[in-house]
């Protein structure tokens, strides 16, 4: 008889799942699924509205990433309409982003991976937390994780009106020149930042790579997804999170595809599962193989591992220094799950040098930043894409000759990594669960199979049609518990 474990809810991520193990007659795992059991539904409420309200709407999709929807929304208008926005404007718009990857990245580290690094698996509950770390690292580097978040988070808001839900990027360009002051903020803040990114990767090596139990996790077939990487490079092939073209290699490094965002269609495509909300995505070359890893699966991953693996360097200096060193340990390309973490500090260094240069441009300041788009001639399509912290960001909109939307497609990072994410969490439970003996910090450790994507959730809930996987409790009128009823993944799910 098939018994099931079920972690619910799972921990440390932005929006909500949980994890069903089940487990057969000798206590050992038979398979493992994590479910997204919530809808947003954003597609279609979207049609029948105006296009340019798009870049407001879709911020609104998630509270962690409303950045990097801002940016792809606007940048499917700037398509639609068939209009490039100034220098100064590309300029703001790159700044603000650079940051928001920096605060982003940092915010998964210390806040959601962290705990798991700095804290320990079999931590009190209380303290599986920034607490945890905060009381690892001591007050001087606490304080600065503190301040170092909150100083590029004002600064984005002085770039685009507020920091989440951000109102600055209209088609065109945006809505008002980055004035004089700011510009000397970020000149002065930049350096800062850069030192904290270098920081935080020195305190990853000696908190992870310097400890035995987690360094001897890194490389474990556990926490180990032999797939596809895809991310953004730009004209040299370096690593790039705004206007670049899409490339994808094979496990082994040889290229698969590279392709510019407009024809995502003609090699990713989306597929549906009765018992999740979340989307799952896959090569079209290579078509759907199920939760299988190797050189012949469908699957790919995304996000700043993948990217890494992607690109042929980093786009600055120290972080195409960090970027050798992680690959002179791991191996080329990477695919030790637990390495993302690693990853994404190296990203968050180019991010932090990335703002650098761009507070340093003397165009960033020029009042010239719009060019108002014409009427739309006709019904229009428009692709934007970034590459989000979690990985590839796609909005492709359809609208009338009005500028009416007629069809909107978010497709982002959690959905890419969703099924790898479930290769993910069925090796560590098989590698981890053994004779049904299971405890708290056992379940902790495979929760970090997951947490190491960033997930997003509330993102990547899309799917319809779906059936809401439930729990409905009936009470009689003393308050009894009369029957429960359940919809969860069924026992013959593969």
Not at 402 to 419: E, F, K, M, P, R
Request: proline content about 6%; overall charge neutral.
């Amino acid at each position: 008889m098939t018994r099931r474990i079920t972690i619910d809810p799972i921990t440390r991520l932005e929006g909500h799942g949980k994890i069903e193990i089940l487990l057969d007659d000798r206590g050992d795992v038979e398979s493992a699924f994590l479910q997204v059991p919530e809808l947003r539904g954003f597609e279609r409420f979207c049609v029948g509205r105006p296009a340019e309200e798009m870049p407001q709407l879709t911020a609104h999709v998630c509270g962690v990433c409303p950045a990097a929807h801002h940016i792809a929304a606007v940048q499917a208008l700037d398509a639609l309409y068939g209009v490039a926005p100034p220098a100064a404007a590309r300029l703001a718009r790159a700044l603000y982003y650079q940051l928001f990857i920096f605060e982003d990245h940092l915010l998964h580290y210390w806040y959601m991976g962290g705990p798991d690094f700095y804290a320990g698996s079999d931590a009190p509950a209380p303290m599986r937390n920034i607490l945890g770390v905060l009381a690892k690292v001591g007050a001087d580097l606490g304080k600065r994780i503190l301040s170092a978040r909150r100083e590029a988070r004002e600064l984005m808001a002085a770039l685009a009106g507020r920091t989440v839900h951000p109102v600055f990027a209209l088609p065109g360009g945006i809505s008002k020149a980055v004035d004089a002051a700011t510009v000397e903020r970020a000149r002065a803040l930049a350096p800062g930042l850069v030192r904290f990114a270098e920081d935080t990767l020195a305190s990853f090596r000696a908190a992870v790579l310097d400890h035995p139990e987690y360094s001897e996790a890194l490389a474990s077939e556990a926490y180990r997804v032999r797939c596809h990487s895809m991310g953004m490079v730009d004209g040299g092939g370096r690593l790039a999170f705004l206007d670049g073209r899409l490339r994808v290699i094979d496990p082994a490094g040889r290229e698969l595809a590279a392709f510019a965002p407009r024809d995502w269609l003609d090699h990713l495509a989306e597929r549906v599962e009765p018992w999740t909300y979340a989307k799952l995505t896959y090569l079209k070359a290579k078509g759907w193989t199920g939760f299988t890893e190797g050189d012949d699966t469908g699957l790919y991953r995304v996000g700043p591992l993948a990217r890494l693996n992607v690109a042929r360097a980093m786009a600055t200096p120290r972080a195409e220094a960090e970027r050798q060193r992680l690959f002179e340990a791991l191996g080329w390309p990477a695919h030790q799950t637990l390495a993302f973490h690693w990853a994404r500090l190296v990203e968050a260094l180019q991010a932090a040098e990335t703002a650098q240069q761009l507070a340093g441009d003397p165009r960033l300041g020029d009042p010239h930043v719009r060019e108002v788009p014409a009427p739309l001639p006709g019904p229009r399509e428009g692709v934007g894409a970034v590459e989000a912290p979690r990985g590839t960001l796609f909005h492709h909109y359809a609208a009338d000759a009005d500028g009416i939307l007629t069809a909107a497609n978010l497709v982002v990072a959690s959905q890419h990594n969703a099924a790898p994410v479930q290769v993910s969490v069925r090796k560590a439970a098989k590698g981890l669960i053994r004779g049904g003996k299971v405890d708290a910090a056992l379940l902790n450790r495979l929760e970090m199979a997951f947490r190491a994507y960033d997930p997003c959730n509330a993102c990547a809930s899309h799917a319809l049609p779906g059936e809401l996987p439930l729990v409905v409790t009936v009470r009689g009128a003393d308050g009894a518990v009369r029957e429960v009823i359940r919809r969860r993944v069924p026992e013959d799910a593969d």
